[in-house]
């Protein structure tokens, strides 16, 4: 072997271990990049899920305020007249009290908690974990009036019912 094919592997060798040396470089920048990309995405979806927890809790705060304290009474006090009763006489005692407004507002405030879920902007956990069983008894002791509504708007309180059920089974 000749100086001359002597040096040119030696080039040949040399050149590709530098090849090999910058394809390790750059599957390491990669993967740095890749693992940045990975916790930047954990923190985002992270920062979501705290935004849905906290849009949670003003929905709470909103059931719970002042301005819908004389509404919430007048309904907790129709709940309790009405849960034993029978399913007829539960829609007859509504229509007799004209409480029928009072049960189409909180239901619709209902069916906006219940459609936030849905839409995925709230989230559901906090919901459940607060007024779930509240909202299941408040459901089942106005089932009767959410049918007899449905006979002329079929979609009334669905995604309230859809809620429900799913928590239900």
Known sequence: MTLYETISIVIQSLTLMCAFGA???YYRQLKSMQDQLT???????????????????????R?????????RTEWNNLFDEI???????????????EKEGIVGDVL?????????ITMN?????VIKLVLGETLKQYYLCF????????????DAWSNFSILVNKWDS
Do not use: C, Y
């Open 23 to 25: 394809a390790v470089i």
């Open 39 to 61: 916790i930047g995405q954990k923190q985002h979806a992270d920062s979501i899920e705290n935004t849905r927890r906290l849009l949670a809790f003003r929905m709470i705060e």
């Open 63 to 71: 059931w719970n305020s002042n301005d819908l304290l004389k509404l």
């Open 83 to 97: 849960k034993r009763l029978p399913d007829k006489q539960r829609i007859s005692a509504i229509k007799a009290q």
């Open 108 to 116: 619709n405030i209902f069916e906006e908690l219940s459609f936030s």
């Open 121 to 125: 902007t709230i989230s559901e956990d």
């Open 143 to 154: 089932l009767p009036w959410i049918l007899e509504r449905r006979k002329d708007r079929t």
